[in-house]
């Protein structure tokens, strides 16, 4: 592999909490390396749309307490075909980058191994997504920012709900994971957790409900990953409404409250760790690879392995501790 001397650096697909901590550590790593820095704006869009820029030192000062990322991001339908792709390439060619560092999801990650396989142009991927789903890292950028994010909404809500005798349903983001909402749900004290990985149907929720209704138990706090299969918050309460009549119960979707906001102390320096590794993986000659952290230490995977394997990132002391601690 030739010499690496020009690293472009961008993200892509949903913004995460630390993912501009990221880019500080990425752009000032490279330059204490000796290697020439460009940002690429808008994720693949702005690698279509040719939107690079010089950057140094200086370009990523007071970025690591914000939240969002200062280069922007972007869907991209034209990347996903070999015309774009092909776009993309000669525009990396004509601004002389010879190596790339991806901040993102599995989204991200399939463009970036894609491109790199077709091209030859070497890449590293850091998991940047606030659903903790990728395999080869226990955490990802923003994770531990949305998980905080939650509970204090849930504490929030928990003293309107006492304070009317209300049931409250609170879905989450988790598509396919239900990290957060396991996580947030054992913090915030919740009487019940539904989650995508688990078989628990409405049967276990309604059970629960009515051994709080048998103790007196005046309100509560359900907590629903928006991936779990009883169809989200919203039908999940009307189910219960129905079992329930005389319930007050009230529905609160979080949403994209979840990625923003200045990320924690645990993001700002995964973030950090995480771009230090990709480019000192990246001159050090390793291509296709994706940082993560495991056990405290980074650890690189195959960006194929990475997408491919599928990882059950609940814990069975967790699962098993969240229907205890709600009795």
Do not use: W
Not at 184 to 208: M, S, V
Not at 256 to 262: A, F, N, V
Not at 308 to 313: D, R, Y
Request: proline residues 2%; neutral net charge; charged residues 25%.
């Amino acid at each position: 592999m030739a010499t690496i001397k020009k690293i472009g650096v961008f993200t892509s697909g949903g913004d995460a909490p630390g993912m501009n901590a990221c880019i500080r550590a990425v752009v000032r790593t490279g330059i204490f390396s000796g290697a020439e820095m460009v940002g690429i704006r808008q994720g693949y869009q702005g690698m279509v749309e040719n939107q690079f820029l010089p950057m140094d030192a200086r370009s990523v000062c007071n970025i690591i307490q914000l939240g969002g990322t200062i280069l922007k991001t972007a869907r991209c339908a034209e990347f996903r075909t070999p015309e774009g792709r092909k776009k993309a390439f000669k525009n990396l060619q004509k601004n002389g980058i010879d190596g790339l560092v991806a901040i993102g999801g599995d989204g991200t990650f399939t463009g970036a191994e894609l491109l790199s396989r077709t091209y030859d142009i070497p890449v590293i991927c850091i998991p940047g997504t606030i659903d903790n789903d990728l395999y080869g890292s226990d955490f990802t950028l923003g994770y531990d920012t949305a998980n905080n994010t939650v509970i204090e909404a849930i504490d929030k809500i928990r003293d309107t709900a006492a304070s009317h005798d209300r049931v409250f349903f609170i879905e989450v983001m988790g598509r396919d994971s239900g990290c957060i909402a396991l996580q947030a749900g054992i913090a915030g004290g919740a009487e019940a957790i539904l989650l995508p990985e688990t078989d628990e149907g409405i049967e276990h929720l309604l059970h629960k409900l009515e051994d709080g209704e048998k103790i007196n138990k005046s309100s509560s706090i359900v907590i629903i990953a928006e991936g779990d299969k009883n169809g989200g918050a919203y039908n999940v309460s009307k189910i219960v409404k129905e079992k329930f009549p005389a319930y007050d119960i009230k529905v609160t979707i979080l949403g994209h409250l979840q990625r923003g906001g200045s990320p924690t102390s645990y993001d700002r320096v995964l973030a950090s760790r995480l771009g230090y590794a990709a480019v000192k993986a990246l001159l050090a000659g390793e291509t296709r690879k994706m940082v993560g952290i495991r056990g405290n230490k980074i650890k690189l995977t195959g960006l194929e392995e990475a997408l491919n394997h599928k990882e059950f990132k609940l814990e069975a002391d967790l699962l098993e501790m969240s229907g205890i601690l709600t009795i």
